[in-house]
């Protein structure tokens, strides 16, 4: 973790046995963005998430067909020797399906529900505490997420009326009414009999000031672990650095235990890349549980020639490819400005010769020299080199 950042207090909650709070580490999740009744697309993605580094796998339940064909999800992954925690994602007839598809809600590992569409008037705590009974029959934690766009409308009236002459724009009021939001239904549900250490709470929007201005606001009024993303972050490289910068200020102020990157794919694009996109954040922050971070600089006029990129993209593929315990930095260096300098503080370094430099470079192994080698030999030296440190 960066210096001076301290991790916030909070609750840990076991979701389908992922920790996610307490001293745990930080967990990558996502969602599928398939038909949940199509059992074996639904299967696939799943499988996909999971393998490419997210600890859980959120799907789609809004319908009765979605709710009966969770059970055939579960058999499907069971028989590819997969055990994915999977969370229902819930919106307006939450209540009903737990409560009529027992099978579905006896094998979800979380539910999640919005207090902002569980229902309407007297129907909204009647909705609501029948979730949280389905969660108490079952033994499930719940993510209490409120959104932006889908707010209790009772509420932020109420806020609305209340703030009418305080001064307070109307932007305000709503990022005050998700945290009172959030705050109050898990209240409510610990009333009603669920521990804190099932709550998890989210509120999420969709620009940075206003996503870190309410995890702050949540972190110091609470200890339930927090979920962090945005609700959509966009397309492509403007997708990715608006979740990096939002979710990064947040966890470089120690708050957060889960994270989830809302990517738009494009059409036929990788659901995974959200997954990877997480773990680099993890990674940049120094906060990843997943191994190994490969460096490598931007290259220049000294370094013409393709030979650093290509070994810093191979030795990256590689070190992705190992499932390992402990964390290691790897720098690839395109010339002899930096590259000594670089390599003596990552764990293992190369320093390539540059343009017009010789065919010869640098290997540093713990900050000192440990071979000079032909460029030609140095993939398999470095190789080398991770094995014998690595624990698998």
Known sequence: MFPNTRRRKSVQVDVGGVKIGGDAPIVVQSMTNTDTCDVKATADQIETLYKAGSSIVRITVNTKEAAAAVPDIYEELYKRGLTVPIVGDFHYNGHILLTEYKECARLLAKYRINPGNVGFGKWHD?????MIDAALEHNKPVRI?????????????????????????????????MVISAIESAE??????????????????SEIDKLVRVYRSLAEKTEYALHLGLTEAGLGTAGIIKSAIGIGILLHEGIG?????????????RREEEVEVAKEI????????????????????RTTSEEFQI?????SDYVKSLKVKNRLKIAVMGCVV????????????????????GDKCVVFFKGKKY??????????????????????
């Not at 209790?152 to 709503?174: A, C, W, Y």
């Not at 235990?257 to 036929?268: A, E, F, H, K, N």
Request: net charge negative; aromatic share 4%.
């Open 282 to 301: 993890l990674q940049a922050m120094g906060l990843s549980a997943y191994g190994f971070e490969v460096t490598a600089c931007p290259g220049c006029g």
């Open 311 to 315: 070994l810093a993209a191979k030795l």
């Open 257 to 269: 235990d889960t994270i989830r990157v809302s990517l738009t794919p494009r059409p036929g694009g």
């Open 188 to 205: 409510q549900a610990e009333a009603h009999g669920l521990p804190s250490n099932k709550i998890i709470l989210s509120a999420k929007v």
């Open 338 to 357: 930096n590259g000594p300098g670089e390599s003596k503080y990552s764990d293992i370094g190369v320093s390539l010769p540059g343009t017009g430099e």
């Open 145 to 177: 997420g409120v959104n932006w766009g889908s707010l209790d409308q009772r509420l932020l009236t109420r806020l609305m009326d209340e703030n009418r002459d305080s001064g307070k724009s109307s932007d305000e009021i709503v990022l005050d009414a």
């Open 371 to 392: 071979k000079t080698v032909p460029v030609k030999e140095v993939e398999a030296v470095v190789k080398s080199l991770v094995e014998s440190v690595v624990e698998i």
């Open 126 to 130: 009647k909705n609501f505490l029948m």
